[in-house]
C-alpha cells in the first residue's frame, strides 16, 4: 500500500507559477498522476509520467505550461505549473498505479489517492 501526500497549492496570480509535490511511501514500479476537481465539476487528469519516468502524458488544457517530473531517490514527483489562470484553480490530487510502459490521463488506472492540495488562481 503506497501513501501519498500533496504539498504546495495555495493562491497564485493570473501568470504566476506553482510547484507541487507528491511525497509517496515508495514510488518503484508506480506510474504517477496529476489530476484536479473544480467545484462542480468531475475529477480531470492533468499530467502523469511512467515508473522510470521516461514517459509522460499531459491533458491539452495544460501541453506547454505544465511539467511533471519525478525523483525516485526522493519518492517525490513534482508538478510545475506555469502561466497560471483562472481556469486552473481546483483541487489537485496525485495518484498512483501501475500502467506498465504508457501512462494514462484516466483515473480508473490509479489506486491509490493522496489527500489533495488546493489551487487557486485570482488577482
Known amino acids: 500500500q503506497v501513501q501519498l501526500a500533496e504539498s504546495g497549492g495555495g493562491l497564485v496570480q493570473p501568470g504566476g507559477s506553482l510547484r507541487l509535490s507528491c511525497a509517496a511511501s515508495s514510488l518503484t514500479a508506480y506510474s504517477i498522476g496529476w489530476f484536479r476537481q473544480a467545484p462542480g465539476k468531475g475529477r480531470e487528469g492533468v499530467a502523469c509520467?511512467?515508473?522510470?519516468?521516461?514517459?509522460?502524458n499531459y491533458a491539452d488544457s495544460v501541453k506547454g505550461r505544465f511539467t511533471i517530473s519525478r525523483d525516485n531517490a526522493k519518492n517525490t514527483v513534482y508538478l510545475q505549473m506555469n502561466s497560471l489562470e483562472p481556469e486552473d484553480s481546483a483541487v489537485y490530487y496525485c495518484?498512483?498505479?501501475?500502467?506498465?510502459?504508457?501512462?494514462?490521463?484516466?483515473?480508473?488506472?490509479?489506486?491509490?489517492w493522496g489527500e489533495g492540495t488546493q489551487v487557486t488562481v485570482s488577482s
Open positions: 509520467v511512467n515508473s522510470n519516468g521516461g514517459g509522460t
Open positions: 495518484a498512483a498505479g501501475i500502467t506498465g510502459s504508457n501512462c494514462p490521463n484516466d483515473e480508473i488506472e490509479y489506486d491509490h
